[in-house]
């Protein structure tokens, strides 16, 4: 039984009278001192049509604070102006009997994390993020939010959710509020230490690489620093200080863009006058001259950008481009998830970039699978080294092989009808046809067919409830809940995480002589295998290098486990031995 008591939780409009009387009452109040003369948390937030206004604050002195955002704050701060004209504002007075300085910090940073993944939020306000190291009491944290949570949900649920709903959100995993480990903690200072160098010296076009497996934690680490560049950036002594950069955060794909633009557009860092700040590197060259640097730009799957000309775009190079447009570029690089033959990199083109490169930082620790060293080693092994040894072991992460896709598509279902285990989806190699935007002459949709099983491709069935449909059109691929009917592939999932996934290797994956080879022929993915004309007028075929990163992708999406079912017989076989340990 556990001896941490529950926080006291106490809600009062957001006025001068509420809080004048609060505190008259509170003086014989038992919980006065936690109140009153502790370090409080505080949340105050304001509903219109249905949608809510938040800001989430910390204070040694509650009542002090609470005149200040009344009386002085809205004279020079505009996300106060509306709060503190609304007759129906509240707020949430936090206090507990542990509270110091630190643990409220870090209270007021796991607020920020899950508030700015729920979705019936508008405009989440806080000007810093507050990570703190080991202090007295930090080994109560977890325990002490939970409570807070639990206190706040009952409250208001729609403001207040399930901690299993703001888990499983696409934001919640790319949220810039997540704690940093020591590995991004230390490449996040080196990146700001050497943008502030470079916009010190008067440079321009210089590069920092952030490199790391799938799972490594790069997309978190790149949130955290764009949010911190809005709020501005210091050096260790806090001697020299920049304020009010001119920022811009581009990924090359939808899902992770429509991501991006749901945390930006909550924390107030793109508006309708300045709606650009996250986008797309296309629109961005075509928009951004030269002649006009912007003073950092943030590339995410940097690895995506073109390496050729292709449609809209009419350069030769995007990262090229992009180096032109900026002071500073840092781009979130993996070789092993370039999945185009018009993204891939040949040798004479990153010697190119060795002058730009001012920094280059590796990210080794793998965040996402929570599985021992050993299944990440297996997997990398069938990816790396094209092997398949026995599947070790595993107390913490499910992996499993099936003999059919029926059970697959099943055990899928299952996991995702469990509110703990919500996102999860069925994912395949790119082995069926599907053209976008088209039907197929002969069917309603495209579809993943293997003997008499088969779903639809992705991003073609649509939400039947309207209502819904509305409310859901913002959100990622795997985030709306009709999407559990179709099959996922690397344009919808890459760069993103699932609870659970199951994947369906299709034909182009086989095994032979004990290999794991790539059959061209088995793969639908034209922008795979079709062949590339090189620097020097060569035409080559890079298909067995981009199909193993299309399997290096969808292998490494299941956060708690993977079940997979492959489609040729001989490497279903080597799979189900492996399960049983031959």
């Known amino acids: 039984m556990s001896l941490i008591r529950k926080p006291v939780v106490e809600t009062i409009l957001f006025d001068k009278p509420s809080i004048n009387q609060f505190k008259k009452e509170y003086q014989t109040s038992k919980f006065k001192k936690y109140i009153l003369d502790y370090p409080t948390v505080y949340i ?39 709060l503190a004209k609304s007759s129906s504002a509240e707020m949430l007075i936090i206090g507990h009997e542990y509270f110091n300085k630190s643990l409220t910090l870090d209270i007021e940073n ?28 930090s080994e109560y944290f977890e325990e002490i939010f939970t409570k807070v949570w639990k206190e706040l949900h009952q409250k208001n649920s729609k403001l207040f959710p399930v901690e299993s709903v703001i888990k499983d959100s696409a934001v919640f995993k790319a949220s810039p509020f997540h704690k940093l480990n020591k ?33 490594s934690g790069k997309t978190v680490l790149l949130s955290s620093l764009f949010y911190e560049l809005f709020q501005g950036i210091a050096d260790e002594d806090d001697q020299y200080r920049l304020e009010k950069l001119d920022n811009y955060l581009l990924v090359n794909h939808d899902q992770q863009l429509t991501v991006y633009q749901q945390i930006a557009r909550k924390l107030n860092l793109i508006n309708k006058q300045k709606n650009d700040r996250v986008g797309k590197p296309t629109s961005f060259i075509n928009n951004y001259s030269p002649d006009n640097k912007v003073d950092v730009i943030l590339v995410d799957e940097a690895h995506l950008l073109w390496t050729q000309g292709k449609q809209s775009y009419r350069g030769k190079n995007q990262l090229q481009d992009l180096l032109e447009r900026a002071r500073v570029v840092v781009a979130v690089f993996d070789l092993d998830q370039v999945l185009q033959t018009n993204q891939y ?40 080294e094209h092997t398949i040894g026995d599947i070790p072991k595993d107390k913490d992460y499910d992996l499993q092989i099936f003999d059919n896709a029926h059970d697959l598509e099943e055990r899928i279902r299952q996991k995702a009808k469990e509110t703990d285990r919500g996102l999860s989806r069925v994912i395949a190699t790119f082995d069926w046809k599907y053209i976008q935007n088209k039907k197929p002459d002969d069917d309603e949709c495209w579809m993943v067919r293997d003997q008499d099983w ?39 999932v890459q760069g993103l995480d699932l609870n659970y996934a199951g994947l369906i290797i299709g034909p182009s994956v086989q095994y032979h002589n004990g290999r794991v080879i790539f059959n061209r022929e088995g793969s639908h993915n034209k922008n795979a295998t ?29 956060v708690n486990g993977l079940y997979i079912y492959a489609v040729d017989e001989g490497l279903r076989n080597a799979l189900l031995n492996a399960a049983r340990g031959k």
């Open 183 to 215: 590995e991004q903690i230390n490449a996040k200072e080196e990146i700001k230490a050497k943008i502030l160098e470079t916009l010190n010296t008067g440079l321009d076009g210089q590069l920092i690489f952030v490199t790391g497996a799938a799972g």
């Open 110 to 137: 796991r607020l920020m994390l899950y508030l700015s993944s729920v979705d019936n939020i508008n405009q989440l306000y806080n000007r810093r993020s507050n990570q703190q190291n080991e202090y007295y009491t």
């Open 530 to 558: 079709q062949r590339r004309t090189m620097g020097d007028g060569s035409s080559e075929t890079l298909t067995d290098t981009l199909l193993k990163n299309e399997l290096n992708v969808l292998l490494t999406r299941g």
């Open 44 to 82: 105050v937030n304001d509903e219109s049509k249905k949608k809510y206004d938040v800001y989430v604050g910390e204070t040694s002195d509650i009542y002090r604070r609470t005149l200040q955002h009344i009386n002085q704050d809205p004279n020079t701060r505009e996300d106060w102006k509306s």
């Open 345 to 384: 990199w040949e040798d004479s083109e990153l010697l190119k970039l060795e002058s730009r490169i001012t920094a280059t930082i590796n990210l080794e620790k793998q965040m996402r699978i929570n599985s021992s060293p050993e299944t990440i080693q297996w997997i990398r092994n069938i990816i790396d």
């Open 454 to 492: 088969e779903m639809p491709w992705n991003l073609q069935l649509e939400e039947e409830d309207k209502v819904q449909k509305r409310r859901n059109r913002h959100l990622s691929w795997a985030e709306q809940p009709h999407t559990i009917n179709e099959v996922g592939s690397t344009y919808t």
